[in-house]
């Protein structure tokens, strides 16, 4: 009877646990064997060629260079709606009579679906869009640029609809964080003559490590598993310029080359799985230290 009591939690997990190996255990530990075959679309048998396909994707120029591009979005994307998103929730949550009206309207662009952002962008981000329009009406003449067909740019300005899509989003776990600091905290570094930044630095931050930790892992993941944006707005160009890990395993697939789609696939899941969980941990461990 007491065996049967401690098994009892286990006995509620099991369904999930089932679920949870049969959609996607399974689909990785079968991704992980075929990363090491030549299967393709035109051949009938399938062989084992060892680290063929993964010595092939760190000498591919094309592959190389989306490994780069999905390093620099991550990068950049991680940065920008955390910084951002943390500027607007410290902005958004002071005494403002229109504070609700203007946390809508910078959330507002998280909920709208990638392919309505690149109908509103792509005219804006050509040549003769409105951004270098706005440009020229200003006397800003320099900075006119070929936002989605310069090669030296491209992935920066995909990042940049990123952070403006998806920043609001950041912001409200940042906001509810906020939120859930006591207000007392303040008013005694004020008493002892703490000024906005120490108060900021030394209050505001270390209580809002736990939304800060959040916000890490979910733009981090979303950096590295970039796709949609780049595939709705550019599609991988001007010729390779854009492309990303996501892109090349749907070009794989796409091709043929189905050996070769998954071992790109099992490098992004072992490359989140490395960068996230060591991050995660620290992050963790400064949660408790704090």
């Given amino acids: 009877m007491k065996i049967s009591k401690k098994l009892y939690s286990y006995y509620l997990i099991w369904p999930a646990l089932l679920i949870y190996s049969i959609f996607f255990v399974l689909p990785a530990l079968t991704g992980l064997f075929y990363s090491f075959t030549d299967w393709r679309l035109d051949r009938e048998s399938i062989k084992f060629i060892g680290f063929d396909n993964f ?10 260079l989306a490994i780069k591009n999905t390093a620099i979005f991550a990068v950049v994307t991680v940065l920008g709606k955390n910084l951002l998103g943390i500027a607007l929730a410290v902005g958004l949550n002071m005494k403002l009579k229109s504070k609700n009206v203007l946390r809508a309207i910078f959330y507002s662009p998280s909920i709208l679906s990638v392919l309505v952002i690149s109908i509103v962008f792509t005219p804006m981000l050509r040549s003769d869009g409105t951004i270098n329009r706005i440009f020229d ?20 300005t995909v990042a940049a609809v990123s952070i403006w899509q998806h920043t609001g989003f950041q912001m409200a776990i940042y906001l509810a964080g906020l939120q859930s600091i006591s207000k007392e905290y303040y008013e005694a570094a004020t008493i002892d003559g703490a000024g906005s930044w120490r108060s ?36 991988g160009g001007p010729g390779n310029a854009s492309q990303v890990v996501g892109t090349i395993i749907l070009r794989s697939f796409g091709e043929g080359s189905w050996g070769l789609g998954t071992a790109v696939n099992t490098l992004l899941f072992a490359a989140v799985t490395i960068i996230a969980i060591p991050l995660l941990i620290f992050m963790r461990r400064k949660e408790v230290s704090e």
């Fill in 200 to 235: 900021f630095r030394s209050i505001t931050i270390p209580l809002l490590l736990p939304a800060i930790n959040i916000n890490l892992m979910l733009t981090l993941i979303g950096g590295l598993k970039v796709f949609s944006e780049v595939f709705v707005l550019t599609g």
């Fill in 55 to 64: 010595e092939r994707i760190f000498t591919d120029r094309t592959l190389l």
């Fill in 137 to 156: 009406a200003v006397g800003l003449h320099s900075l006119n640029q070929a936002w989605l067909t310069n090669p030296s740019i491209v992935i920066l």
